[in-house]
């Protein structure tokens, strides 16, 4: 039985369908991909994230953005959408439309079920090739969970892991501390 073959999209396409569309969408190898509704949990710990870099950054040449910015990787086959990303310096976009981030200092992803495996893997493998990206935090919904990647010389990168309401979380590319308990502030975790 012979089987319809996936319609496969240019970047050039992508975009423009995107920019058009009344929801989000990422794309990865020529397909495009509908991005679900976030739950409330998400979208609470989405939000504690960007204010808590926010009213760190105020006084320094960086610039938090909101899940609404695409993280452009069309070189490497990808454009996504991370919960939060931050550019120290000046922001670099593909192009005119300032919708499609270069160059991302930090992304931070807040894990739901459904993309969990996908944002540790094949996603940090291609945000990995960018060169201005220095740290990555990948954020549990349920309970408090928290992975933090920085980047080391040799493109090595080192992973710390925080369960702990207490603890704090320094990311040494901004210079800042965030408390886990701020990333967790007014959500309902499950009991470890």
């Not at 009344?22 to 504690?48: C, Q, R, T, V, W």
């Not at 919960?83 to 930090?106: M, R, S, T, W, Y």
């Not at 090739?129 to 990168?157: C, D, G, S």
């Amino acid at each position: 039985m012979a089987t319809n073959p996936k319609k496969l999209f240019s970047p050039e396409e992508y975009l423009e369908l995107e920019r058009q569309a009344d929801y989000k969408s990422e794309y990865l190898d020529g397909e495009i991909f509908a991005m679900a509704g976030a739950s409330e949990p998400h979208i609470l710990i989405e939000s504690n994230v960007i204010r808590e870099l926010g009213n760190q950054l105020l006084d320094k040449p960086c610039q938090v953005y909101t899940s609404n910015i695409k993280i452009d990787l069309s070189r490497y086959g990808m454009y996504s959408y991370p919960d939060a990303a931050v550019v120290c310096g000046e922001p670099v976009f593909h192009d005119k439309h300032k919708d499609n981030l270069i160059n991302p200092l930090v992304i931070v992803e807040v894990l739901s079920d459904s993309t969990r495996n996908y944002d540790r893997g094949e996603k940090f493998f291609r945000y990995r090739k960018l060169k201005t990206f220095k740290e990555y935090l990948l954020i549990a919904q349920h309970t408090p969970h928290v992975e933090h990647f920085v980047k080391q010389e040799n493109n090595r990168w080192l992973l710390t892991e925080y369960d702990n309401l207490l603890d704090n979380i320094y990311l040494p590319s901004l210079d800042i501390t965030i408390g886990v308990s701020s990333i967790y502030r007014k959500a309902k975790l499950n009991k470890a």
